[in-house]
């Protein structure tokens, strides 16, 4: 089976969920070749990266540097029409999300987005996925010649091996953008890409004001993690809303998530309940997210996130 990877890249180098989706696709190539497509500025180490999961071709388009999702529809069509692939991986993204519609719709494909397995090795093709806002599973089949997945983020995991790839400039004539970018701002500033982050550290109301957040971003920043919250912190003005995290917001997978002074409504649980591990930090013990939780402190936040801090702290010293 011939498979094609879409790799994503910011600054330069191709973004964590790439490499997963890397990995995933040469697992199930079984043997075929494994390509990427990938497009803009990408460093030649991240290129060797991405080929150390298994990847046997990489086609860089290095002529563009938009992100009209229409354009790279139809890079990854025509890439897939260069490698035979039978079977596209997108990461269940931003740009996964946009581009993974279209790219099915175009090469008439089966479509199923947010695969969270491997595919059945009992000669069918059939992927599980989370539904009803994670309660439920569903296993959905291929009937389909072609077909379309995006991948989870921190769903499978990556598998390096000892391949190495062939690099190609691929430029083909994808025709003129409908879209025009007239300025470009990286959100969040000097902090982890939430969508990068294997540990997240979150809170909602119960900080009960914006200046409060100093032991929030200090925990973070001793733990190496990024910053979320949840959405009336936001909507509010406390915290800025590329860091809202659920159902509305960013859905993440980290390793670790770190709730304090959230309740746990199922519109924010929606967007976190594929973590690892969860911890909440909450004074009511009757708060929903305890449910969900793997370990859960019941008490005062301005009492427990400071001895939490203490206790990294010294923990790192003794590593030291």
Same mark, same amino acid.
């Given at each position: 089976m011939n498979v094609l990877v =879409?790799?994503?890249?910011?600054?330069?180098?191709?973004? *964590? #969920?790439a490499h997963e989706a890397a990995s995933y696709g040469a697992k199930i190539a079984n043997g075929g070749n494994t390509s990427i497509v990938t497009y803009g500025e990408i460093s030649e180490s991240s290129m060797n990266e991405l080929a150390s999961y298994g990847i046997t071709n990489i086609l860089h388009a290095n002529g563009i540097n938009d992100m009209d999702p229409a354009r790279l529809a139809k890079l990854v069509e025509a890439a897939a029409n260069e490698t035979g692939a039978e079977v596209v991986i997108f990461s269940h993204d931003y740009t996964g999300k946009s581009v993974a519609p279209m790219l099915a719709a175009r090469m008439k494909a089966g479509l199923v987005t947010g695969v969270i397995d491997y595919p059945s090795t009992d000669g069918? =093709?059939?992927?599980?996925?989370?539904?009803?806002?994670? *309660? #439920?599973l569903a296993e959905v089949k291929f009937n389909t010649e072609k077909k379309v997945i995006s991948l989870l983020p921190n769903s499978v995991g990556k598998t390096k091996t000892?391949?190495?790839?062939?690099?190609?400039?691929?430029?083909?004539?994808?025709?003129?953008?409908?879209?025009?970018i007239k300025?470009?701002?990286?959100?969040?500033?000097?902090?982890?890409?939430?969508?990068?982050?294997?540990?997240?550290?979150?809170?909602?109301r119960g900080l009960k004001g914006p200046e409060n957040w100093g032991m929030i971003e200090e925990l973070a920043k001793e733990l190496g993690a990024g910053t979320a919250c949840s959405r009336?912190?936001?909507?509010?003005?406390?915290?800025?809303?590329?860091?809202?995290?659920g159902q509305t917001g960013i859905a993440i997978?980290?390793?670790l998530y770190i709730a304090v002074g959230i309740s746990g409504a199922i519109q924010h649980l929606a967007g976190v309940n594929g973590s690892k591990v969860i911890v909440v930090i909450n004074t009511d013990s009757d708060?929903?997210?305890?449910?969900?939780?793997?370990?859960?402190?019941?008490?005062?936040?301005?009492?427990v996130v400071p001895k939490l801090i203490a206790a990294v702290k010294e923990f790192k010293a003794a590593q030291a």
């Open positions: =879409f790799a994503d890249s910011f600054n330069g180098s191709a973004v *964590k #969920a069918s =093709f059939t992927v599980k996925k989370a539904v009803f806002s994670g *309660k #439920a000892e391949a190495s790839a062939n690099v190609t400039v691929f430029n083909p004539d994808l025709g003129t953008s409908s879209v025009t300025e470009f701002k990286a959100k969040g500033g000097e902090g982890i890409l939430l969508t990068e982050a294997e540990l997240v550290v979150s809170a909602g009336p912190v936001s909507d509010i003005g406390w915290r800025p809303h590329h860091e809202h995290v997978r980290p390793n708060a929903p997210f305890f449910k969900a939780a793997d370990y859960g402190i019941v008490g005062d936040a301005f009492t």
